[in-house]
């Protein structure tokens, strides 16, 4: 399993932005298929965002297309998730998830995840 970890997280006043990143560890990145995930309190994780192995297919959520841009680069084994435009219902811990497979956005798709990044927007 690829080894995850998230940074960038913080907090953010209501229509201002953060980059997120995920740092992969091995050589196996380019492999996966790579998401971000949301859970607010008290609530299940939910997809945001997720990009294919080689960065050009990309996939989104309804709540943040035309807001929030997942890419990667592979030669830094890392994920970015730039969120612009943030509302107080964004407020959540973000996590990035690793998956063989493209076209399923489920949380159980991902077998491999990080331990979290938290974002707060301010209203």
């Known amino acids: 399993q690829v080894q995850l970890v998230e940074s960038g997280g913080g907090l953010v006043q209501a229509g201002g932005s953060l980059r997120l990143s995920c740092a992969a560890s091995?050589?196996?990145?380019?492999?996966?298929?790579m998401g971000w995930f949301s859970q607010a309190p008290g609530e299940e994780r939910e997809f945001v965002a997720a990009i294919d192995r080689s960065g050009g297919r990309t996939y989104y959520a309804d709540s943040v297309k035309g807001r929030f841009t997942i890419s990667r680069d592979n030669a830094k084994n890392t994920v970015y998730l730039r969120m612009n435009s943030l509302k107080s219902e964004d407020t959540a811990v973000y996590y990035c998830?690793?998956?063989?497979?493209?076209?399923?956005?489920?949380?159980?798709?991902?077998?491999?995840w990080g331990q979290g990044t938290q974002v707060t927007v301010s209203s």
């Open positions: 091995g050589r196996t990145f380019p492999f996966y298929v």
């Open positions: 998830a690793a998956s063989f497979a493209w076209g399923s956005y489920t949380a159980a798709s991902f077998g491999s």
